[in-house]
């Protein structure tokens, strides 16, 4: 549940959500009762303390994520999408990187600085677009985006983007959903045709490779379930997340929970 032109978003407000305006209420409503970061540590209890996520996180996504990403000290990390911050921050002060963050909505982004300014992290954050990064090329190790990158309308321009600016033998890893069945038409739009290898392959990335695990479904409906579970308020955050619970449960089985890891060419031809 994360955003940025798109960042992860709760899918709560995927379907009507166009402007950052909007993503800025939803980051103001967690920020004031911390419902769904609280709800994904109470689903997963292993998770790591302080992780903060704003996105559909369980202990063994979180794990494959940092395998994937392999970051070693000294390397630069842009989480692209990310939102209040919580998990880039968790992930580079792991590897002792450096952290460049991105969203287009300025309350998640004063939400990672003030973040930020607690944990021994060296890190940035930027309000922009994932469209057109204000990053210069080649300038990062390692991208990540977390149930972000599918909510941009044009997943090839981000793409090329994210490519963009890594470094030859730079890598990105994002997590999302694609249907089990390509075109099914009983999921909403955005969902039916996902398919990030041929997005990715086309972008000009390499050695790419989808991975699931029926724990990292499980977590997400999971999330779901317990937040319809609860008391809540309308205008809160909860309220939002049920709503988008309400919606997303029923044709929740049509999806897979994925990990996607592609690599830049560690040459760079011409």
């Known amino acids: 549940m994360t955003t940025s032109s798109?960042?992860?978003?709760?899918?709560?407000?995927?379907?009507?959500v166009t402007s950052a305006v909007e993503f800025d209420r939803?980051?103001?409503?967690?920020?004031?009762?911390?419902?769904?970061?609280?709800?994904?540590h109470r689903v997963d209890p292993h998770l790591p303390a302080g992780l903060g996520p704003f996105s559909?996180?369980?202990?063994?996504?979180?794990?494959?994520?940092?395998e994937q990403l392999a970051l070693r000290q000294g390397q630069v990390l842009a989480?692209?999408?990310?939102?209040?911050g919580g998990p880039g921050l968790w992930l580079a002060g792991q590897a002792q990187a450096v952290l460049t963050g991105i969203d287009f909505s300025a309350v998640a982004v004063a939400a990672?600085?003030?973040?930020?300014?607690?944990?021994?992290?060296?890190?940035?954050f930027s309000v922009a677009d994932l469209s057109s990064l204000p990053l210069p090329g080649q300038s990062v190790d390692r991208a990540l985006s977390l149930d972000a990158l599918q909510y941009v309308p044009d997943h090839a321009k981000a793409a090329r983007e994210a490519l963009r600016i890594l470094k030859p033998g730079g890598r990105l890893v994002l997590t999302g959903w694609q249907p089990r069945i390509p075109g099914d038409e009983r999921l909403p739009t955005r969902h039916r045709h996902t398919d990030w290898d041929r997005v990715l392959r086309t972008a000009g990335f390499t050695d790419i490779r989808t991975a699931d695990d029926p724990s990292w479904d499980t977590a997400y409906q999971e999330i779901y379930r317990q937040a319809l579970a609860l008391p809540s308020e309308s205008g809160t955050a909860l309220a939002g997340l049920q709503g988008e619970a309400h919606r997303r449960l029923p044709t929740a089985h049509l999806l897979r929970r994925i990990a996607v890891t592609a690599d830049r060419r560690r040459t760079v031809a011409g």
């Open 6 to 16: 798109g960042r992860s978003a709760h899918d709560s407000l995927s379907h009507q």
């Open 79 to 84: 989480d692209l999408g990310c939102g209040p």
């Open 26 to 40: 939803l980051f103001a409503r967690e920020a004031v009762d911390n419902a769904f970061s609280d709800l994904v």
């Open 112 to 124: 990672a600085r003030n973040r930020a300014a607690q944990l021994p992290v060296s890190a940035t």
């Open 56 to 66: 559909f996180l369980c202990t063994g996504l979180v794990h494959h994520i940092s």
